[in-house]
């Protein structure tokens, strides 16, 4: 638990700091303390913390005769704005009367409630061992995977990955999974398609607050760009459905999601790596795999199954090296890119149908396994590196 305590008062300090060792563990908890707006507002800026504990009244640099002022609105400003920690609880406790407080208001459209402290009166204290207990309590993930289907899941069973048990969150069909000694959560929303995908990725990522997020599974290719067993990672997404129909004819109009820029180049040399390609097909039969390759393209998502080569050929317009057609890829680049906590996403599909009146469900598992075994190697050499930051 990180906690920041912004405070002049040593007296106070003291007795906050003894209270939060009361309630936690110390090889749990690092507290930084602040002593002045300046200090705090680098440390806000710089780190994520758990909890907020500040003053109202603070000099604004840590000049020993600085004057004592209103410091408030730009605390708050400073968590709320910021994308590490515009979910950090936050309590000000202060020495002076809450009656004599002009902007009250202000904490509580913020949602920060105000303590009295006094050495006399240990009232002060109930209202922050609340806070320490919700922070003990709340679950974080290092990472979460979104699966379209229970079967794509499932796939994850027969990858390094150690599967746990299924559990429902916030409303959200979960399971936990751990890779490389890091705790996730293995996410297959209600039904397919985007708004699905679109509803679940961003709830799950506002709760959970991962680190880094991945979705794998299956899709249809498109033929010249993609054969069969492929795996496809999305270096750009978009919904192949927008735009304006118009003297009775469609007019695109794709907005487009790339893949996260800090992640490409490491997933790229990963394309390039013939020991994760051999290490994906371990004990995997088909035929098709023979000539299967990883490699970074252009997916397009929309709301419908597709099973007819001209309407794949219409699609392919919106792209000239569009290389796969699938249902919720999107929805997941989107709600991480404009999540303020700001993962790093990723997804990575395979080809088990070229989008025409062949299709049928003999490469599904085949083709789950390859897109989970890829996701999984990324993972298992990325995470520890996030957790180190």
Known sequence: MNILLIEDQENKITLVEELIRDNVEGDQCVIIKAKCLEQARREIIGKSFDLIIF?????????????VVDISLDIINEFSQSANNYQAETIAITQYDIEDIDNMALFNQAGVPVVHFSEEDEKWKDPLRLKIKKITDRVKYDFLIFCALSKERLAFSNTNAEMGVLRTMYGLNCQDIKIGGCNGLCITPNNMGLINMAISASKAIEHF????????????????????????????CWEYQTGKF????FKQEPYQSPIDGRIKVELEQLCESAEMLNNIKRGLFETELKDSKVFLGPISSGSAVIADAKKMAEIGLQHRKMAGLEMEMYSLYEAARQS???????????????GNTIKGDTLHSTGSTLSARLVTHYLESKLPVLNMD
Do not use: H
Not at 246 to 249: A, M, P, Q
């Open 55 to 67: 003053d109202i009244y603070l000099p604004l640099t840590p000049e020993t005769n600085s004057e």
């Open 209 to 236: 607050q991962p680190k880094i997020v991945s979705m794998s599974g299956i899709c249809a290719g498109v033929e010249g760009e993609a054969n069969l067993l492929d795996v496809i990672i999305g270096d750009l």
């Open 246 to 249: 118009k003297d009775n004819e």
């Open 340 to 354: 303020l906590c700001r993962p790093l996403y990723f997804g990575a599909k395979t080809v088990v149908d070229l």
